[in-house]
């Protein structure tokens, strides 16, 4: 059973960043892609970015430029760093392994001055 664990989230100003973090347990961190969703108040569940094991990366248009995703495998963990934070980006982020179909608990974030 893999379990996955973001933290990160919080409030920041327009124009501010935020790092978020997802650890995975177990050894099969590597061997797997991830990814990270959002979802807002309202809206459907969306794919920010991705990564693949490889480190070959994939962004959703209303965030390239600005979020990078990342992977430390000996750590087991994936991070999103977030820049130029705008207050559409306002949403509950979600880390991802879609190979186990497995989802994090969620991490707020919020852009607002």
């Known amino acids: 059973q893999v379990q996955l664990v973001e933290s990160g989230g919080g409030l920041v100003q327009p124009g501010g960043s935020l790092r978020l973090s997802c650890a995975a347990s177990?050894?099969?961190?590597?061997?797997?892609?991830m990814g990270w969703h959002r979802q807002a108040p309202g809206k459907q569940r969306e794919l920010v970015a991705s990564?693949?094991?490889?480190?070959?990366?994939n962004y959703a248009d209303a965030v390239k430029g600005r979020f990078t995703i990342s992977r430390d495998n000996a750590k087991n963990t994936v991070y999103l760093q977030m820049n130029s934070l705008k207050p559409e980006d306002t949403a509950v982020y979600y880390c991802?392994?879609?190979?186990?179909?497995?989802w994090g608990q969620g991490t707020q974030v919020t852009v607002s001055s």
């Open positions: 177990g050894r099969i961190f590597s061997i797997h892609g």
């Open positions: 991802r392994m879609p190979s186990r179909d497995a």
């Open positions: 990564i693949t094991i490889d480190g070959r990366t």
